[in-house]
């Protein structure tokens, strides 16, 4: 393993006088596509180890989501013409190709059921195509022999940094503020497809919301206007009366973001795997960041997706070492080379403190083991580590 550490003379992103920040929330088309896919690989995962005792090669990271036909109105709506799915990719066909798309299709309904609360009205239509992998890629991948490391499906990179900035923290938590069930309880008119774009100017944060409202909870144009100043108000008491908040930018008199299932996906907006957020939960332009899409890649091999998670990792854990101004954390495979055997870049911002690189070598060494990777094969198929 190849490990380049560089100290940076240079302003960080918290310091410079703009920053740009996004969050795709979980009702979003993109983030519903890729929610999906990752989950259709978590219900594989599993079967493959039940049947196998291991994972057995797959990726379905290509998936789509095709908008459908809806008439919101006021107190209620309808759906005119349902959405699609398609969920696409290579799997490795145990006993029927039929088994596995039973599987993957059972656990799609299941994934919108938990996390859009009117899925039964958009009944989506939903289909799976399933193939089996590329023969050269299929090798690579069983080459290793089970409780080896395994060998890199990709050569591609990973990237992560920390700390998050003020700007960083505060639109994710914002999205997830609005989504969550507790606040759904108070104002059931927000739907789930919330996105969330900050900037922040010199000292001062605004925040631009798009917000699906649900119809069959608001009664009037009036009451649509109030309920979308309500929201304002809430979004300030919990985060700060000094943020400018704006919501649903593109209302015109009567033109308002009215919806029957609280998503856009009911009405001619789609949904790609890889177009939203990253690994951290965020789009942000001004760092460092990989295009890689993460959602449905196998959790042993392709370090499109591990690489990510992992860069994301040791960025904070050195950062929570050293307290620095600014870390980004770099991996970059071989494809059939062991995924532990990564070029490694680390380029640090620090505050006043000398750095002892050689600890900081020792953390990345320690988060590249055999070990560590099946920890995070087990917080990956246990949905404990979000991938976008």
């Not at 919330?194 to 010199?202: E, F, L, P, S, T």
């Not at 042993?300 to 990792?313: D, L, P, Q, R, T």
Request: glycine letters at 8%; proline letters at 4%; a negative charge.
């Amino acid at each position: 393993m190849e490990i380049v550490i560089e100290k940076l003379n240079r302003t960080p992103v918290s310091d410079k006088s703009f920053e740009i920040v996004e969050r795709k929330g979980i009702g979003h088309p993109d983030s519903l596509t890729d929610g999906i896919c990752e989950a259709a690989s978590r219900v594989l995962s599993k079967y493959y180890l039940e049947k196998k005792g291991f994972i057995l090669h797959h990726n379905l990271d290509k998936g789509l989501l095709i908008g459908g036909v809806a008439n919101p109105v006021f107190l209620g709506g309808e759906i005119i013409e349902p959405p699609d799915i398609i969920v696409a990719g290579t799997a490795s066909i145990l006993d029927s190709v039929d088994d596995i798309k039973k599987l993957i299709y059972e656990e799609v309904e299941k994934y919108l059921e938990d996390n859009l609360r009117f899925t039964k009205k958009l009944n989506p239509e939903v289909e799976i195509k399933i193939h089996p992998g590329s023969t050269d890629l299929v090798s690579t991948y069983n080459r290793y022999g089970k409780g080896d490391i395994p060998l890199a499906n990709d050569t591609s990179f990973g990237v992560g940094f920390a700390p998050m900035t003020k700007l960083e923290r505060l639109t994710l938590s914002v999205e997830r503020f609005l989504n969550s069930k507790k606040l759904k309880e108070r104002v059931p008119w927000v739907g789930e497809d919330i996105k969330v774009m900050g900037i922040r100017k010199n000292g001062k944060i605004r925040l631009t919301v798009a917000i699906a409202f649900v119809s069959q909870f608001v009664s009037s144009l009036k009451d649509y206007y109030d309920k979308k100043e309500k929201i304002k108000e809430l979004i300030k008491k919990e985060f700060g009366d000094d943020l400018d908040v704006l919501v649903n930018t593109a209302d015109h008199e009567d033109s308002i973001y009215l919806t029957v299932s609280g998503t856009s996906w009911e009405n001619g907006d789609d949904g790609q795997v890889g177009r939203g957020n990253r690994a951290n939960g965020l789009i942000t332009p001004c760092r460092t960041m990989s295009l890689e899409a993460l959602a449905g890649k196998n959790p042993v091999s392709h370090v499109g997706k591990i690489y990510n998670i992992k860069a994301i990792e040791i960025a904070e854990k050195i950062n929570q070492v050293f307290d620095l101004k600014e870390v980004e954390v770099y991996l970059v495979s071989k494809i059939g080379k062991p995924i532990n055997e990564p070029f490694v870049g680390v380029n640090y911002i620090p505050h006043t403190q000398k750095i002892d690189e050689n600890k900081i070598k020792m953390i990345v060494s320690e988060s590249l083991t055999k070990e560590s990777f099946k920890e995070l094969i087990d917080k990956i198929l246990n949905d404990k580590i979000n991938v976008f």
